[in-house]
């Protein structure tokens, strides 16, 4: 059986839509699960969420093109969850679900609470911004 055809019933097998690279490690070496990864996206079974990040994908209705099962921000709190990365609603969402306000927030965002992240998420030109709970000082040149 090729490594392909091993990684679609693994694929398969997960409750989760979210998977990293190094669920599939044991499968075979980097260059092999990189090659077999590569051929998945390039038949639609998986889209690339980031460095390392896959989920599930389906057919999109209106273009036929492989899009995520799921949408972005709910892969990407999932994705952030499998890296070890609690995330909590950001400062809009806050506000809009406290009633303080009735603008609904445009951009996706997720707060990373007191830690910084760099990592790019995202699925063609829907990507995730990060905020945090971190205080900059302002200096005074």
Known sequence: MYL???????????????FLRTDFAR?????????????????????KLGVGVYAKAKRSV???EPIPVQPVEVLAEEALGRLGVKVYPSKQVELY????????????VVN??????VRKL????????????????ERAY
């Open 122 to 137: 995202g699925f063609g030109k829907k990507t995730v911004q990060y905020e945090n709970n971190l205080r900059r000082t």
């Open 4 to 18: 392909e055809d091993r990684l679609k019933i693994a694929i398969a097998k997960r409750a989760s839509d979210v």
């Open 112 to 117: 990373t609470g007191n830690r910084r992240i």
């Open 97 to 108: 679900n406290a009633g303080k306000t009735t603008q609904l927030p445009a951009a996706t």
């Open 62 to 64: 209106l273009s036929g």
């Open 27 to 47: 499968l075979g070496s980097e260059a092999q699960l990189g090659r077999a990864l590569r051929s998945l996206i390039e038949s639609g079974v998986i889209v």
